[in-house]
């Protein structure tokens, strides 16, 4: 093994980062923790840039890559970073499209065209063109964060290249600029336009006269060497500049890697959307049945087929995608094809493919378009589950995506097969069958040389295995440093002349995205696990049992698929403060990837007292979003916790951590004179109160309730004879001390569902704001003492009921695993939210009849821990007519919200789904929100007071009647089961 060559005398960060300021090359960054978080991408290597660049405008990028060119700085283009074979990283100027340089220049529905700059996202174009029944035709599983321009370089292909080709095919012109900064226009050309432009002269004369001949010359080879079958991705595709291809110099520098030139915009073909779609899923006994079943599937030309195998399902862990795969047919593997077209015709097509699968165990037909959604679904998250194998072992790219002709499939892959075998190593098969593209993650062992040495084994072994079978090592995610120095086995040496060739003409300083595709970088060279690096001894206060007790392996965990820099909602949480900054430092990703380089301890080097990290961390909201969103799950509400909690052992804290940390504690003092409390925090004292509390001076401190839950219960008389038995009611503090009409509306649904309703002896706490803070040893003694006081009830099969699901899941998840005894997992096993014991445990019981509508706010925490489903049930049986808001966190997340430097963040996270929703809603409509953080954020951000399910449920018993005020004007004083629609509250 060894490391890349290093650029000799290169400028240090200092000298490029003050000239490329001096000129204005957009937003620069030369800090450590930037350089740091863009030293990776989704591939196996880690190279640090010397300086990252965030273009906004055109010019802004012609002056970065002179200015790179006069100091002999090479450039590397970045998109979303998502790419696995390493193109995305490189030692020079990382030039980041993505943040800025993402506009829709032109749209063009009559002439079916888009012009666009190269960091758009896939998504925002789809969803422009789908104003117009349009679309760009190719679709990688990462089309929600993926650019145009990263699809570009890599020539990308998704699950619909059947039907609409490679992103090649979808190309008609690019604007590039070379190194040396000649910007030009290429698409087709004829030859009379071929030769005007030589005659023309200059450097684009020039330019167009080499790559001419070089294709006059080889026509030949070019013919029989290259573009044999569609996913011939490796190397240049050179066969473009065929006469028959009418010398397409645009589509020869699509796959490029940018090694030729940088794009500067693209004009793209769309293509209609087929107005009604149709899901065969075909099960088979392996996978190498379902990839024999292939040839015959592609003649009832389905617009996608692909495949996946029971080592893949087995790794899902989300609720809603368990739900999906229970439902599929029986077998090991499985392929789903998919057609497009008339609805009157789709039936007796789906019906002739399934007839058509040879070997198949069972087949459906699906056309619920939910039910598809959540079976992509599982297909798109691949790339994530796959780096996880079901023991819990690491897997990893570097073989991920050979490709070979369909009709080999089935024998390739038996014979990859026996290659894994061989080696001893594993992997989860997926990918797009129907054109003979294959993905897969191995478990690699980087941690040893004796690892590295078998992965540079394998895959020179790979290689000649895919090139029997007249494939390519890379089928769509390029060739990069994983694969480039594999072409020697491939190609004929003449090739790989005229592959040198091709970048000398465009790039002949070798400035642009060195050591990929010609002149490559070795395999093994550069990667990101390096056995000869000594990682930081770390103990850690959190067990991560998943990752066995490594804090850097844990860390790893992100691969870099960056799910998490998904601006749109599609019913994911991840990750809000990202959805507002656009800024990689407050992506899941690049919190995992700055705490990963504090484990290596050579990049950012001062370990938990790390400033680059405390900052990266900062607008982490504590969500779990990403616990349950990344597909590798990834927790970095977690790491979070844990590093804080060292980072500021035997230091002050910031005031929040004593204000809102110790809220619980500072609450029960607070409620033995509520009336003085709430009088001094809305006084003319109040600045001064948030000053001193670290609390956003925008905020409004909510009132202390006159009197707490806890004290009305204990005084009360139960209501009714609990026949079903005893129920323990967990007693918040949040609830308790701001909102007890929340716990006495869930006090009369218990006892009306006949449960004889319990609190826990004493006062007691979760200690979830202790967690958030990172105060893990008060949070542990909390804990310990919780589980003590629930212990005895749940030995005796008493459910634990919470109603506020911040700290629900702080019983289910986070308590089990500060403490690690058998009795927190024997509380967690037991706790339940309202609507899952009335759902699943609550037999018999009819639920009252509400005619209503209402608009639903899933709490961040209950997404990532237990789902909507129970409450969806629940409110369908009430005869509620409920929406679910796709809105993600509300952007409070507990203290952060509060926290001074945070407002502005939070209300703009609130502002991009959920406030424009409770505002626009009519006001017959209840807004409902379990989570006391979005109740506040919605009251300080609206004009509506929104409700818990368990006011909405007891407004309509039969003993408790209360009117809904839906038309009513704002009243200043409700009863307590009342559910407000219209009023703002004195918080």
């Not at 700085?73 to 696995?84: E, K, L, M, P, Q």
């Not at 952060?896 to 209300?907: L, N, W």
Request: glycine share 10%.
């Amino acid at each position: 093994m060894r490391t890349s060559a290093k650029t000799k005398d290169r400028p240090d960060t200092a000298e490029v980062t003050a000239s490329l300021s001096e000129v204005d090359c957009g937003e620069v960054a030369g800090d450590m923790r930037t350089r740091a978080q863009y030293s990776a991408d989704a591939s196996n290597y880690r190279r640090l840039p010397v300086a990252v660049v965030f273009p906004r405008t055109r010019q802004q990028v012609i002056d970065t890559v002179a200015v790179c060119r006069r100091l002999g700085v090479a450039i590397t283009c970045r998109g979303a970073g998502t790419s696995t074979s390493g193109q995305a990283v490189g030692e020079g100027v990382v030039l980041d499209f993505s943040r800025s340089y993402h506009r829709v220049l032109e749209l063009d529905p009559q002439a079916r065209t888009a012009r666009v700059e190269p960091g758009i996202v896939l998504d925002d174009l789809q969803r422009a063109a789908d104003d117009h029944g349009l679309r760009f035709g190719p679709d990688p599983s990462t089309h929600s964060r993926c650019t145009l321009g990263g699809m570009i370089g890599n020539n990308a292909c998704g699950s619909h290249s059947l039907a609409w080709g490679r992103t090649a095919e979808n190309v008609l012109e690019l604007e590039v600029l070379t190194y040396r900064g000649t910007v030009l226009t290429v698409g087709e050309m004829s030859a009379a336009e071929i030769d005007a432009a030589v005659a023309e002269g200059g450097e684009r004369g020039k330019l167009i006269a080499e790559l001419h001949g070089l294709a006059r010359d080889h026509l030949a080879l070019l013919r029989t060497e290259l573009g044999r079958f569609p996913r011939q991705v490796s190397g240049y595709p050179l066969e473009q500049l065929l006469p028959e291809r009418r010398f397409n110099l645009a589509r020869a520098l699509v796959g490029t890697e940018g090694t030729c030139a940088v794009v500067l915009s693209a004009k793209l073909r769309l293509v209609p959307t087929p107005p009604v779609r149709a899901l065969v899923v075909l099960g088979f006994d392996d996978a190498w049945a379902a990839a024999d079943a292939v040839p015959a599937l592609l003649e009832q030309h389905p617009i996608a087929l692909e495949g996946l195998d029971r080592a893949l399902t087995d790794l899902v862990t989300r609720p809603d995608g368990r739900a999906a795969i229970a439902t599929l047919p029986p077998g090991q593997a499985w392929l789903f094809a998919e057609l497009g077209g008339e609805a009157s015709d789709l039936p007796a097509r789906a019906q002739a493919l399934a007839a058509a699968a040879a070997g198949c165990t069972g087949a459906e037909i699906i056309t619920d378009t939910e039910r598809m959604t959540r079976l992509w679904r599982v297909r798109e998250d691949g790339a994530g589950l796959a780096t996880r194998l079901p023991d819990g072992s690491e897997a990893w790219p570097g073989w991920e995506d050979a490709a070979v002709p369909p009709a080999a499939l089935g024998a390739y892959l038996r014979e990859f097969t026996a290659l894994l075998d061989r080696h001893g190593l594993r992997g989860a098969v997926y990918g797009h069958f129907g054109e003979g593209c294959l993905h897969v993650r191995i478990d690699f062992d980087f941690d040893t040389e004796q690892g590295v040495g078998v992965f540079r084994r394998f895959v020179g072994e790979a290689a000649d295995l895919v090139t029997a079978h007249g494939g390519s090592p890379s089928g769509e995610h390029g060739d990069g440093q994983a694969r480039s120095a594999l072409l020697a086995r491939v190609y004929r040496p003449e090739v790989l002349t005229l592959f040198r060739r091709f970048k000398d003409a465009w790039d002949p300083d070798n400035g642009l995205n060195p050591g990929m595709v010609v002149r490559p970088l070795a395999v093994d060279a550069d990667l990101r696990v390096d056995p000869r690096r000594r990682p930081l001894p770390l103990t850690t206060v959190l067990p991560f049992h998943a990752d066995g007790g490594d804090f850097a392996k844990a860390t790893r965990r992100c691969v870099g698929v960056g799910k998490c820099r998904t601006t749109a909602h599609r019913g994911d949480v991840m990750c809000p403060s990202y959805r507002v900054t656009r800024d990689e430092k407050d992506s899941t990703r690049g919190r995992a990837r700055i705490l990963y380089e504090m484990t290596q301890g050579d990049v950012i080097t001062d370990g938990w007292r790390s400033a680059e990290v405390r900052d990266a961390l900062d607008l982490c909201l504590s969500c779990k979003g990403c616990s349950a969103d990344c597909p590798v799950g990834v927790d970095v509400a977690a790491y979070k916790s844990e590093f804080l909690h060292h980072h500021y052992r035997w230091r002050v804290r910031p005031a929040s951590h004593y204000s809102m940390g110790w809220l619980p504690l500072l609450s029960r003092v607070a409620a033995k004179l509520p009336g003085p409390v709430n009088r001094l925090t809305h006084s003319r004292l109040a600045p001064l109160v948030k000053r001193l509390g670290g609390i956003a001076a925008e905020r409004d401190i909510p009132r202390f309730a006159a009197t707490t839950f806890v004290d009305w219960f204990r005084a009360r008389r139960p209501g009714g004879p609990g026949e079903r038995g005893p129920v323990l009611l967990w007693v918040d503090s949040f609830n308790n001390h701001f909102s007890p009409e929340v716990l006495r509306a869930g006090v009369a649904v218990l006892e009306h569902a006949g449960y004889e309703v319990r609190v826990p002896d004493g006062t007691q706490c979760c200690g979830l704001t202790w967690i958030t803070t990172g105060q893990l040893g008060i949070a542990r003694r909390l804990a310990t003492r919780a589980v003590a006081a629930l212990r005895p009830s749940v030995e005796d099969g008493v459910p634990v009921v919470g109603l506020e699901p911040s700290c629900v899941a702080a019983l289910r998840t986070d308590v089990p695993d500060l403490l690690a005894t058998p009795a927190a997992r024997q509380v967690a096993a037991a706790t339940t939210t309202l609507a899952e014991l009335l759902v699943h445990r609550t037999e018999g019981w009819v639920p009252p009849r509400l005619a209503a509508r209402s608009l639903s706010q899933t709490h961040c925490h209950q997404h990532a821990t237990s789902g909507f489903d129970a409450d969806r049930i629940l409110l369908e049986r009430l005869g509620v007519a409920n929406t679910v808001l796709d809105s993600g966190c509300c952007g409070l997340a507990g203290n952060f919200g509060f926290e001074r430097g945070h407002y502005d963040v939070s209300v703009a996270a609130g502002e991009q789904v959920l406030l424009p929703a409770v505002r626009a809603a009519p006001l017959d409509t209840v807004v409902l929100a379990d989570g006391f953080s979005c109740r506040t954020q919605i009251a300080h951000g609206s004009e509506r007071v929104a409700a818990h399910l368990a006011q909405l449920i007891a407004s309509a018993l039969p003993d408790r009647p209360t009117e809904l005020p839906f038309t009513e004007p704002p009243r200043t004083e409700k009863p307590d089961t009342e559910i407000p629609t219209t009023e703002r509250p004195a918080t």
